[in-house]
């Protein structure tokens, strides 16, 4: 093996492309309007990310063996034998203890999220990743402890409201990917590499997406309620096509893995551009035009 694709492989294995769920950390800042807490928020986001690579790298070591059995998790760096289970397992470790020393040198509570945030990745690729309904409640639990974060590492106070929105919201695309890996998979493959899948079936999901869809559209309508946002009503049409899109591609283009899909389709990030400008009015309190 080149040293080239020694590199490829190791660089594979952090998944950087994965980062782009850390931004969740922004959030905060950006509803709450502190901009001064960018320096931290900005140190915040790394720490996360090298906990997430941490975790990836754990992941790919333990399950190299059943990830050759699936279509595309096959060509992860230590299945497809780029990088040693030996080389990940350290990578993982030293990573890890980077994080968690980045962490604490911001603030305490937030290290502890950060941990807590570690103990449930690890959990999800030891345990709960083979229990159904509590592998996607891991998932949106990852969700909502990054905006804790982006909260807590900037000392900024948040909606309730807000938290809820992404709880219900990250269950709903953690449901469209089990749907899209319910299909995906052969048999040999969902009883080696994702035995969650037994305990679902296509309607089941199906239900499942409806009633998470439902519940992040009305507490995002709530949210909007109870705060005093102008420009950020605008948005309302924005999540519900957001919404309808994602279950379009789920249903009927065969896709369902957000981390690339939801980058890939024009139309959802057409609306996450429009979404992300109104934010941006809001955030510096742009006058509102008057009604007429």
């Not at 249903?251 to 389709?265: I, K, M, T, V, W």
Request: glycine content about 8%; hydrophobic content about 50%; charged content about 10%.
């Amino acid at each position: 093996m080149s040293l080239a694709s020694g590199v490829k492989g190791w660089v594979q294995l952090l998944r950087p492309h994965q980062y782009t769920k850390n931004v969740l950390l922004f959030v905060p800042m950006v509803f709450g309007r502190r901009w001064d807490a960018w320096p931290e928020t900005l140190l915040g986001f790394v720490a996360w990310s090298l906990m997430a690579s941490a975790i990836y790298a754990f992941n790919d070591a333990r399950d190299a063996a059943a990830d050759r059995l699936h279509p595309t998790k096959r060509l992860r760096p230590v299945a497809a034998g780029l990088v040693s289970p030996q080389i990940a397992y350290w990578t993982a470790l030293l990573l890890g203890l980077l994080s968690l020393s980045g962490a604490f040198a911001l603030n305490g509570p937030f290290a502890q999220l950060l941990l807590l945030y570690g103990a449930n990745a690890l959990l999800y690729t030891l345990y709960f990743k083979k229990l159904p309904l509590i592998d996607v409640f891991s998932i949106a639990a990852g969700f909502l402890l990054r905006v804790y974060g982006g909260a807590q590492v900037g000392q900024i106070p948040v909606s309730g409201y807000l938290f809820m929105v992404v709880f219900f919201l990250s269950l709903f695309l953690a449901l469209g990917k089990r749907r899209h890996e319910l299909l995906l998979l052969p048999p040999e493959a969902t009883q080696a590499s994702r035995k969650s899948l037994k305990g679902y079936s296509v309607y089941y999901l199906d239900q499942l997406m409806n009633i998470s869809a439902t519940l992040t559209l009305t507490v995002y309508i709530l949210y909007l309620m109870h705060t005093h946002f102008t420009w950020l009503w605008g948005t309302l049409p924005l999540v519900v096509l957001g919404l309808f899109r994602y279950y379009h591609l789920t249903h009927n283009q065969g896709a369902g893995e957000p981390s690339r899909d939801l980058f890939a389709d024009k139309m959802l990030l057409l609306i996450g551009a429009v979404y992300g400008g109104l934010a941006l009015l809001e955030t510096l309190e742009v006058p509102f035009p008057p009604y007429p």
